[in-house]
């Protein structure tokens, strides 16, 4: 694919080069609502599964836990070298002046001294303590282009090595690639079969942006685990249905962050290398219906009497 260059050992996607010449891992551990068992469950990833790549964000409220885990990894041997972190700016800190402090604090709560890849959590700013859903005034101005600027700073100063976006619409991304002067080198979003959010998809191949996907297995409401079609493909391949969509969203291009607080889980969901969905039953799962996003974002952002944005469809550019 345009985006990335996928890595193959012996028929093996373990990781994809980044514009940036840096190699991300294919697989990396989500923390999103991980809880308190956090540090043991990066430790456990990292030492006994195999991880390289954790992905958390200071508005999990995680990040301690995950720094706590980042280093018991390290004392155990593992080179930081060899580590992928990904964090991100929440929506109160989306201002110039306030990049570097938050990058900062992140760097403290994980024990880094850097990190791989810092990202945009979404593209809105929110006043300090702002409510969900938000109360009138309580959305701001986000100066864009500014608080890029100051992201690539970062890069600059050698805090990041790469910068990116999530939850971004085609729109903003265009927006945003016409003034940067470091473009994103990923973009996460959320992608499973049961919304594979092809518009973004392609933007960003259009652009060479490598694409992390989150809530590759779909959410409690909509489990896709359970999904007919997908169990029928995982016990055709004696495979887990978990494992058939996080390979399903390495075969499609993407790098993938599954979540799960459950050590069994957490080694089961990176046995993905080494075989393939043969053809038909990948686009068997392809052709699950769109259903809708599990993240639409209406809860933090929408205001429907004060706006300004009065939808969920106002908060994706009406792209969707």
Not at 213 to 226: D, F, R, T, V
Not at 260 to 271: A, L, T
Request: proline share 5%; aromatic share 8%; net charge neutral.
């Amino acid at each position: 694919m345009a985006s990335a260059k996928a890595t193959m050992g012996q028929g093996e996607q373990d990781h994809f080069v980044l514009k940036s010449g840096h190699a991300m891992p294919a697989v990396g551990l989500g923390t999103w609502r991980a809880g308190s068992d956090t540090a043991h469950s990066v430790r456990t990833a990292i030492t006994e599964a195999g991880y390289r790549h954790v992905d958390t964000a200071a508005e999990y409220g995680v990040e301690k836990e995950v720094g706590k885990g980042l280093k018991a990894a390290m004392e155990a041997g593992i080179d930081r070298k060899d580590l992928f972190v990904t964090s991100k700016i929440w929506c109160t800190n989306l201002a110039p002046e306030r990049v570097r402090p938050a990058l900062e604090n992140t760097l403290k709560d994980l024990q880094l001294d850097y990190i791989d890849l810092y990202h945009i959590h979404w593209p809105f700013r929110l006043k300090d303590g702002a409510h969900m859903p938000p109360e009138a005034g309580e959305v701001l101005e986000f100066d864009m282009e500014g608080v890029w600027k100051e992201m690539e700073n970062l890069v600059k100063d050698g805090l990041v090595k790469d910068i990116g976006v999530c939850n971004y619409t085609v729109t903003k991304l265009n927006r945003l690639l016409r003034s940067a002067k470091i473009p994103p080198a990923v973009c996460q979003m959320e992608m499973h079969p049961g919304w594979k959010n092809d518009k973004i998809f392609e933007a960003c191949k259009k652009h060479g942006i490598h694409i992390t996907a989150y809530s590759p297995l779909g959410s409690s409401e909509k489990n896709l685990a359970h999904d007919p079609v997908v169990e029928k493909v995982a016990n055709k391949l004696n495979k887990t249905p978990g494992q058939v969509l996080i390979k399903w969203a390495l075969q499609r291009g993407t790098s993938v962050i599954p979540k799960s607080s459950k050590d069994e889980r957490i080694k089961e969901n990176i046995q993905v290398f080494g075989w393939e969905i043969p053809e038909e039953d990948f686009k068997v799962l392809c052709s699950i219906k769109d259903e809708k996003r599990v993240l639409t974002g209406e809860e933090l952002f929408v205001n429907k009497t004060h706006g300004p944005y009065r939808s969920a469809a106002d908060v994706w550019d009406h792209e969707n």
